[in-house]
């Protein structure tokens, strides 16, 4: 392990991006040098760190010259044409964009389920989608456990998944009613305040969505099991920060929901709030700043055998963005 | 038919009760007299009909005199205590509480689907929950047409299912988090703004809430199909009217998403809207003061057999509720 590295985070200006140099401050990741690195048209302010506000510059590619890992918190299509230089000059890319996910050559990684992957890169790791995070956490062990069949989620997300710009329609669409005005719906195809938008992504042929094939996809690729069966329903909801999901799995071996308590209760980076008497399970608005994945409501489903269902609940932009993103820095340095 | 009847609505200053008496004007109903009625601590200001404010009066066992139909629109506890007086002075009881749903001689009926059962009543004719309402009205025809043998569902219910100081906290939490104020919380045991709360009606000893206890077992008694397996999770979201629905089933018999919609196209009460290439699916937002059932985002739940994926959306306090009561009244009045 070196003294310290050059660190870029492109996106910073963002949401995630913003994040991700809270978090490496916060866990006082051993950085010798912080870029901060923007597409020209998304330009921001700059970012705290250390004490000192770091200005954002102008994303180039030749931007990353000399740079040790390269964390992408923009969007698909900036990681595809710049990531390959950040990788060309030696250095390692963690990319929480969809774009190279499910290729056969970058690990993707949870680091509490499958750390040993990332020293499989060829210079760039994928972070899984914050869906896909928050539900194989609890998930696997489970899996591991009794082997899981199928999984039936619907879930209930953030506008921060969709960036800075989401957040402030919810925030202004919300002010605009509130004072009778006219609503703008301009990241959105229609209103979020106040409604239940079950599209996130672009559709595909399949009228599945690409966020909920990603979310499919992405659990068997971790899972390493292309037999597990799920079909996800993704909805966007007027809630800032944290998604929420609505689970029912299959297992090939009875699992009681007593034992999926015990076993998720000695799951790292899994917490368990499971007591209804006292109205206690997880909720977006407590879990919010929080690094855990929440799950609770955890009963057994009576509608087919060997069935639980339970609801998960996690900070969509920490551990289901900046934070695992950083888990796998700090993996990858420890080599 | 009489030429008219005189109605009683007890839960008028309610929403549903209000909404009752303006769809009883908007349809026409034949009422000679319209009695409005509220438990002491209830009462409310008068409700506007036929051009004039109607004043509500005190819920008292009296009441029911003379009262050909009185619409319960008010919580289980007020069914329980004055329905029989109803009853017992010879009218009919149109009740919208959970109260008798489950009775075995308590018709529980969505008139589009199993109108001859409302002759059979014996006093109380039931009107199912909201949820289960326009869960059924789409799949009833799916289970005649391919057998329906399992439901998995996860419901974006309204805060207007809760009645109005329901809607009232929402709109205050959110006020009072714009304006950095300290948020109160009475109606839900959590903040509801900017949330999903998986928590509506009390705990059972089984882990589910009484909300998703009565979803599948009325379900089961309109389908009169005991072996149709449900899961439901109910959860509560930030939203003031209509309810959204993520659905999957699966069938005995395959039936394509293609048959599905022609299906629907032709069951009345429903309304396919599914062209996501047009980002047309069902919304709350606009579901909201319509009289149908929408249902879109019809897609083959590829990790079953014979299972389909959708999404159902309706105004919870018209069809959901007061729509469903009057319609099972105007049926009842043909006979």
């Known amino acids: 392990m070196a003294s310290g590295y050059r660190v870029a985070v492109v996106g910073a200006s963002g949401t995630v991006g913003t994040e991700m140099v809270r978090i490496l401050e916060e866990r006082a990741f051993p950085v010798t040098e912080l870029i901060l690195l923007e597409p020209k048209k998304s330009i921001g302010a700059g970012v705290e760190y250390g004490g000192a506000e770091i200005p954002v510059r102008i994303l180039e590619k030749g931007s990353f010259s000399g740079v040790d890992i390269s964390f992408f918190a923009s969007d698909e299509a900036v990681s595809r044409e710049y990531a390959p230089s950040a990788v060309k000059g030696g250095g390692v890319v963690i990319d929480s964009s969809p774009a190279f996910r499910m290729s056969e050559d970058v690990p ?8 040993p992957k990332i020293y499989l890169h060829k210079g760039i790791i994928a972070n899984p989608g914050c869906s896909t995070i928050q539900m194989v956490l609890p998930l696997y062990p489970i899996h591991k456990r009794a082997r899981i069949k199928r999984i039936v989620v619907s879930t209930y997300q953030a506008v921060s998944d969709c960036g800075q710009r989401a957040v402030d329609e919810l925030t202004e669409q919300i002010r605009d009613l509130y004072s009778f005005r006219e609503i703008r719906a301009e990241v959105y195809p229609h209103q979020i305040a106040f409604n239940a938008l079950p599209h996130m992504d672009k559709f595909c042929e399949n009228a599945y969505t690409a966020e909920e094939m990603n979310l499919a996809n992405e659990t068997r690729k971790i899972f390493e099991d292309d037999n597990v069966r799920i079909c996800a329903t993704s909805v966007q909801v007027p809630v800032f920060y944290s998604n929420s999901q609505s689970v029912n799995i299959e297992t090939a071996r009875k699992i009681s929901p007593e034992e999926v308590r015990t076993l998720l ?16 399970y997880p909720l977006a608005v407590y879990a919010t700043g929080r690094d855990e994945c929440f799950v609770g409501r955890i009963r057994e489903d009576f509608s087919v055998n060997n069935g639980i269902a339970m609801w998960i609940v996690s900070d969509n932009i920490r551990k289901g963005a900046a934070l695992n993103a950083v888990q796998i820095a700090e993996q990858l340095i420890l080599h």
Chains 1, 2 share one sequence.
């Open 108 to 115: 993707l990684v949870i680091p509490e389920i499958n750390a």
């Open 265 to 280: 209760g000695e799951t790292p980076g899994v917490e368990v709030e499971d007591d209804p008497a006292s109205n206690v």
